[in-house]
């Protein structure tokens, strides 16, 4: 247990969870922001040093292989049918729910691997199931396989730069 391993004072900050004053067992409401510097270090990044305070890892984006060929709205239709959504799916995940940017950095880091896992044969049925939305979306250019690695790479590039400040050398300070 990460408490049993930690200082009382400091488990909070490390798991994102706030304790009551009287529950130190019990985590309530996770924050993103306080999950932040223990799941850096967890991932294997340095940790910054005392006192300062720096950016978390950006997850991959969308926002890489939007243009005016292809909407945001076509892409959201294809995340629908990637995670195949539909009426008696959590209202969370539709567009505009609260969890729908999670299932874009999903989608973006399937994509992202797309032709990695294509290559080492790994979660065929996944990428299937990429390419057939891809596919049936009616996506402008060449085959779906050709697209999805194409956007993987966009998506890649976009990724590395969003995390220059974890990768490149030393800490960027806020």
Partial sequence: MLSACMPAELV????????GTSAMWEYLDPSRALCIPGATVLAGWPAFPWGQHGMGP???SLDAII????????LEGIVDKVFRLDNATNPAHWKGGELRPLLHAAFASGVMYFEERTKAGEMPRVQVVLMEAVHSSGVEGGDARSTLIEWGNMIRAKFTIDNLHLTSNGPQVL
């Fill in 58 to 60: 950006s997850p991959p």
């Fill in 12 to 19: 909070a900050h490390v798991t994102g969870h706030e304790m």
């Fill in 67 to 74: 243009s005016p060929l292809l909407h945001m709205e076509k």
